[in-house]
């Protein structure tokens, strides 16, 4: 069973909501696992998901580099000696002796080259399920995730998704983080700012992001670095208890019958209680709701 790191910036009591069409709720009943979706996926939406703010990027970069420049000045070293050895007639200059020195050569090369490019590569991969944190509805978000109206909301907490997951056998490393936000091209920022529930590129997204007040499911592949260059992008699913997931259905507050009736009908299909499915309030009359708060008869 894995187990899921939690960030420090999350309470296990802290609400999340999920909006979402009646189709993806459907298939979240079906087959009870939750879709983590690579970063790649987003870049129609917002370009700068999986990248980090220049700053963070620059310090990241310097510190691989300096890792490179070291095992190059080695190489060079080694070389320079070799010939020496070879010019001193204590060594005999060996075509494989030859052949090492290059290869580690190019190899350096290499990882310069591909410095950048892996990088992307890898922080676009990352897999993500994304959950809005809030102890009330939003307008936005009904208005954003639900198919032009014709959605619901799943309100589950961050103790009860854990719960979810780790009820099931898992085989991703996974972790769960707030996002952060920033703006990624300011010149006050510091690498440290960066950091948030111990972790850089996928909890960090822009300020102009900041009404979805995110928090994140989220896994990176397991891949052996000689393996990234031929890795292809794809969703990772992790399995869930819908029983442990699911604390309150909510239904739009755009819709009447039938979408209503159909929700209930689901819901009672997949032995989602009653009791937990309700229709929003949002809109509610609250002059209605008003004149049952005070008795004006004598």
Same mark, same amino acid.
């Given at each position: ?13 802290? %609400?999340?909501?999920?909006?979402? #069409? $009646? ?8 087959? /009870? !696992?939750?879709? @983590?979706? +690579? ?54 200059? %060996?075509?494989?002796?030859?052949? #090492? $020195? ?8 290499? /990882? !310069?080259?591909? @410095?950048? +490019? ?181």
């Amino acid at each position: 069973m894995s187990k899921v790191i939690i960030g420090d910036s999350l309470d296990a009591k802290m %609400s999340l909501w999920r909006y979402m #069409s $009646i189709d993806k709720f459907i298939d979240l009943l079906d087959n /009870q !696992r939750l879709f @983590l979706t +690579p970063l790649s996926y987003y870049q129609s939406t917002d370009p700068f998901e999986g990248h980090v703010p220049k700053v963070a990027f620059e310090a990241m970069m310097n510190i691989v580099l300096d890792r490179i420049n070291v095992q190059e000045k080695e190489i060079l070293e080694l070389e320079k000696a070799f010939h020496e050895r070879v010019g001193a007639g204590i060594h005999e200059a %060996s075509e494989s002796d030859l052949d #090492s $020195i290059e290869r580690a050569k190019n190899n350096i090369k290499s /990882q !310069r080259e591909d @410095l950048i +490019p892996s990088f992307n590569k890898i922080v676009k991969s990352t897999g993500v399920n994304c959950w809005y944190n809030s102890e009330s509805e939003s307008e936005a978000m009904w208005k954003l995730y639900s198919d032009s109206g014709k959605g619901i909301a799943i309100k589950t907490s961050v103790a009860s998704l854990v719960e979810a997951i780790c009820s099931c056998e898992q085989t991703l490393p996974l972790r769960l983080g707030k996002i952060k936000y920033l703006d990624f091209l300011s010149d006050t920022l510091k690498p440290q700012d960066c950091i948030t529930d111990g972790d850089i590129s996928p909890l960090l997204k822009r300020n102009e992001f900041q009404h979805e007040n995110e928090v994140r499911l989220y896994s990176v592949p397991q891949i052996h670095a000689s393996d990234w260059e031929s890795y292809e992008l794809q969703p990772m699913m992790v399995d869930i208890d819908i029983t442990k997931l699911i604390e309150k259905v909510y239904i739009s507050p755009y819709v009447g019958e039938p979408f209503t009736s159909s929700v209930n009908t689901v819901c009672r299909l997949f032995n989602i209680p009653k009791s937990i499915v309700c229709k929003s309030e949002l809109l509610k009359d609250y002059e209605k709701m008003l004149s049952g708060f005070v008795s004006v008869e004598t």
